[in-house]
C-alpha cells in the first residue's frame, strides 16, 4: 500500500535526492524534507506524517534530540533510522524512543524499502483499528436513529387508531411523516372511487398544514398507485435555494386496493432506502386510519 507521506530528516541534500529520487518516487510515497532535527520536529508537527526516515549525526538538533522531542510531545510516528556502520548499538539504545527499524548507510534501495514497509505495518494497522472503530460508531448511531424511528412509527399507530375524524388524522400523518423523516414538505393525495382522479387533501411545508381539495396529475404518483410499490422521483435542483430535492411517493393501500399516496421531498444528498420504508409505513397507518374514520363517519350518518 503506498500514498503514504514520509519525511525524510537527513543534513546531506545527497542522501535525501537519493531516498526521495530512488525509493519514495518510485513506490508511489508522499514525501516531505528537513535539513536538520528542528525542521523535522516542525513538519512532523505541521504535515503528521505516516514514517520519519531519520538520520542520526546532524546539526542543530540530532536524530536522538528529534526523538526525545517527539516523545515529549507525545507525537506516536514510526521512526526508521538511517545510520553509519559502527553506530549499531546507538541505534538499538533508541529503539525505547520510538525507532521502528534502522538502516546502515550505505544501503541498498531494496534495504531500505523494505524498512520502510515493515515499520508502516504499525501505522496502517492503527489506521484500520481506526476505520473500523468509526465506521461501528456510524453503525451504531444508525442502529440507534432506526430503533427511534420505530419507536415513533408505534406512537403514530396508536395515536391513528384514537383520532375521531379524517381531516385531523390527514394533518397528523402529514406532521409526522416530516418529522420522521426529516423532510421539508409531505402531502397526502386520495383516489376517487372510480381510480380516475387524484386529490391533494393534506399538505404539510415550513409554514404548517393545510387541508386542501385540489385536482393532481403527477406522474410519480401516478406511478406509485398504479403499481402499488413505493418509488423515487428522480433528483431535481430547486430554484428556490439551488439544493437537491427528491419527491419519495408511498401508495395507500388497504385490502388489497389503493385509496391514495403519501409523498415526502427531502435532501437528495441524504435520501436512501431508509426515508421510503418510513413513509411506506406510515401510509399503510393512514390507509388503515382513513378506511377506519370512513366506517365511522358512515355509521354516523
Same mark, same amino acid.
Given at each position: 500500500?503506498?500514498?503514504?507521506?514520509?519525511?525524510?530528516?537527513?543534513?546531506?541534500?545527497?542522501?535525501?535526492?537519493?531516498?526521495?529520487?530512488?525509493?519514495?518516487?518510485?513506490?508511489?510515497y508522499e514525501y516531505l524534507e528537513a535539513r536538520d532535527g528542528l525542521e523535522g520536529f516542525e513538519q512532523i508537527q505541521a504535515t503528521a506524517p505516516d514514517l520519519v526516515l531519520l538520520d542520526l549525526q546532524m546539526p542543530r538538533l540530532d536524530g536522538i534530540g528529534l526523538l526525545r522531542k517527539m516523545q515529549e510531545?507525545?507525537?506516536?510516528?514510526?521512526?526508521?533510522?538511517?545510520?553509519?556502520?559502527?553506530?549499531?548499538?546507538?541505534?538499538?539504545?533508541?529503539?525505547?524512543?520510538?525507532?521502528?527499524?534502522?538502516?546502515?548507510?550505505?544501503?541498498?534501495?531494496?534495504?531500505?524499502?523494505?524498512?520502510?514497509?515493515?515499520?508502516?505495518?504499525?501505522?496502517?494497522?492503527?489506521?484500520?483499528? *481506526?476505520? !473500523?472503530?468509526? /465506521?461501528?460508531?456510524? %453503525? @451504531?448511531?444508525?442502529?440507534?436513529?432506526?430503533? +427511534?424511528?420505530?419507536?415513533? #412509527?408505534?406512537?403514530?399507530?396508536?395515536?391513528?387508531?384514537?383520532?375521531?375524524?379524517? *381531516?385531523? !388524522?390527514?394533518? /397528523?400523518?402529514?406532521? %409526522? @411523516?416530516?418529522?420522521?423523516?426529516?423532510?421539508? +414538505?409531505?402531502?397526502?393525495? #386520495?383516489?376517487?372511487?372510480?381510480?380516475?382522479?387524484?386529490?391533494?387533501?393534506?399538505?404539510?411545508?415550513?409554514?404548517?398544514?393545510?387541508?386542501?381539495?385540489?385536482?393532481?396529475?403527477?406522474?410519480?404518483?401516478?406511478?406509485?398507485?398504479?403499481?402499488?410499490?413505493?418509488?423515487?422521483?428522480?433528483?431535481?435542483?430547486?430554484?428556490?435555494?439551488?439544493?437537491?430535492?427528491?419527491?419519495?411517493?408511498?401508495?395507500?393501500?388497504?385490502?388489497?386496493?389503493?385509496?391514495?399516496?403519501?409523498?415526502?421531498?427531502?435532501?437528495?444528498?441524504?435520501?436512501?432506502?431508509?426515508?421510503?420504508?418510513?413513509?411506506?409505513?406510515?401510509?399503510?397507518?393512514?390507509?388503515?386510519?382513513?378506511?377506519?374514520?370512513?366506517?365511522?363517519?358512515?355509521?354516523?350518518?
Amino acid at each position: 500500500m503506498a500514498g503514504e507521506r514520509i519525511l525524510v530528516v537527513d543534513d546531506g541534500a545527497d542522501m535525501r535526492d537519493f531516498v526521495i529520487k530512488y525509493v519514495l518516487k518510485p513506490n508511489g510515497y508522499e514525501y516531505l524534507e528537513a535539513r536538520d532535527g528542528l525542521e523535522g520536529f516542525e513538519q512532523i508537527q505541521a504535515t503528521a506524517p505516516d514514517l520519519v526516515l531519520l538520520d542520526l549525526q546532524m546539526p542543530r538538533l540530532d536524530g536522538i534530540g528529534l526523538l526525545r522531542k517527539m516523545q515529549e510531545a507525545d507525537i506516536n510516528i514510526p521512526v526508521v533510522l538511517m545510520t553509519f556502520y559502527g553506530s549499531e548499538e546507538i541505534a538499538i539504545e533508541v529503539f525505547r524512543l520510538g525507532v521502528r527499524d534502522y538502516v546502515i548507510k550505505p544501503f541498498t534501495e531494496d534495504e531500505l524499502l523494505s524498512a520502510i514497509e515493515r515499520a508502516l505495518v504499525v501505522t496502517r494497522l492503527r489506521r484500520e483499528g *481506526e476505520d !473500523l472503530t468509526n /465506521r461501528l460508531a456510524a %453503525a @451504531s448511531r444508525e442502529f440507534q436513529r432506526r430503533v +427511534r424511528d420505530l419507536q415513533g #412509527l408505534a406512537r403514530v399507530g396508536k395515536m391513528i387508531a384514537s383520532l375521531p375524524d379524517s *381531516e385531523t !388524522l390527514m394533518t /397528523r400523518i402529514v406532521e %409526522a @411523516s416530516s418529522f420522521l423523516t426529516g423532510a421539508e +414538505r409531505a402531502s397526502l393525495l #386520495l383516489l376517487d372511487a372510480d381510480g380516475s382522479t387524484l386529490t391533494h387533501r393534506a399538505l404539510r411545508t415550513a409554514q404548517g398544514v393545510a387541508i386542501l381539495n385540489d385536482l393532481v396529475d403527477d406522474a410519480l404518483i401516478w406511478r406509485a398507485v398504479r403499481s402499488g410499490q413505493p418509488v423515487a422521483g428522480q433528483p431535481q435542483v430547486d430554484p428556490a435555494d439551488g439544493a437537491r430535492k427528491v419527491d419519495l411517493v408511498a401508495p395507500m393501500i388497504v385490502g388489497g386496493l389503493c385509496i391514495g399516496a403519501l409523498t415526502i421531498t427531502s435532501s437528495a444528498d441524504t435520501a436512501s432506502a431508509h426515508p421510503l420504508f418510513l413513509i411506506s409505513s406510515l401510509a399503510d397507518y393512514a390507509a388503515i386510519g382513513l378506511e377506519q374514520a370512513r366506517m365511522r363517519e358512515n355509521s354516523e350518518q
